[in-house]
DNA sequence: TAGCCCAGCGTCTCTGAGGG
DNA sequence: CCCTCAGAGACGCTGGGCTA
């Protein structure tokens, strides 16, 4: 694997690290367009229309914003290519999103020569939900292209909000850096939430530094999926994770993938369980 | 506050593929 | 063979921020 690939660490290290770095550099949620440099403004720009394309040459990105002035395109291709992959001028390299891990390289164009294609990472995708103030239309076409890179949400997304409305859009709620794995959070007791989500992020804690693409797609679904089992307290009558039933019921593969999460997480509390129950003072 | 440093930007140049 | 396209490398100016 060449060294330039950025890797990604797992949810965590998105909220310690990753959120905040891109906060530092690009803009926070709430903060005013006008009171970003150009540069964050050009950083921001070139997120919104990578979100919603799919992986692009630097020169496909910039013919979308400039379709007709051949020079003003080579222009603007210059500068989405330098906010990418960073710059080396004057024996000095200074980074782009790329060395973040809000964008990544994605396959090859072969139309001339040889040139890299660049989509957003999952992490893009999330800092441009918790930052961009998009609108749920806008998120409907992340969703479209990106199925493939969050199969189990983004490829499902039409189907879901059949079944579950609006509730779809908690995905910001983890954009924003809400991982939900605290105890304080107010559930009705018979749904384990809590004891859910902190599965999630304990069966990927050993990839605090490190985990694939693929591994980092699933801790993210398992989160969504959590995340539909959160009721306020009060007013219905689900208990365990039967309110989920009307997603499974027409997609036994998404039941059976979210089974297998599910006795997981009951088989590591019961390990967890019977050391404590073995352990006494005398 | 003058001087310096450096990131950002516009621009020029280079390269290799491919079409006419 | 020349021209254009698509992508990359490099140069010089500028303005903002830091510091002596």
Redesign the pocket.
């Known amino acids: 694997m060449p060294l330039d690939d950025p890797t990604f660490g797992n949810l965590q290290n998105y909220k310690l690290y990753l959120r905040p770095n891109a906060h530092a550099h690009y803009g926070h949620p709430d903060q005013k367009k006008s009171s970003l440099s150009?540069?964050q403004q050009?950083v921001q720009r070139l997120l919104k229309v990578m979100s919603v394309n799919e992986s692009s040459?630097?020169?496909?990105l910039a013919?979308i914003s400039i379709p007709d002035d051949?020079t003003k395109l080579?222009?603007r291709?210059?500068?989405y290519?330098?906010?990418l992959v960073g710059?080396?001028?004057?024996g000095?390299h200074?980074d782009g999103i790329l060395n973040l891990g809000l964008a990544i390289k994605d396959g090859k164009?072969?139309?001339?020569?040889i040139?890299?294609k660049y989509r957003l990472s999952l992490y893009g995708i999330l800092y441009c939900i918790d930052v961009l103030d998009l609108s749920n239309n806008e998120i409907d076409k992340i969703a479209k292209k990106y199925s493939k890179v969050l199969p189990k949400v983004f490829g499902k997304w039409d189907y879901l909000k059949t079944k579950v409305g609006e509730r779809v859009y908690g995905i910001k709620l983890l954009a924003n850096g809400l991982l939900a794995d605290n105890p304080q959070i107010q559930v009705k007791s018979e749904i384990p939430f809590y004891e859910l989500m902190s599965y999630v992020h304990l069966k990927y804690q050993r990839n605090f530094e490190n985990i694939s693409e693929e591994n980092l797609a699933e801790q993210i679904s398992y989160w969504f999926y959590v995340n539909l089992l959160y009721r306020p307290m009060g007013n219905n009558n689900d208990t365990g994770i039967e309110s989920l039933n009307p997603i499974f019921q027409d997609d036994p593969e998404l039941k059976k993938w979210f089974l297998i999460f599910f006795r997981d997480s009951i088989k590591y509390y019961h390990e967890r369980y019977a050391v404590l129950k073995k352990s006494k003072i005398n």
Do not use: M, P, Q, V
Not at 57 to 60: A, E, K, L, Q, R
Not at 87 to 90: E, F, I, N, S
Not at 109 to 113: H, V
């Open positions: 150009k540069h050009n040459t630097t020169w496909d013919k051949i080579r222009e291709e210059k500068i290519r330098r906010l710059r080396k001028d004057k000095k200074s164009s072969l139309k001339t020569g040139a890299d």
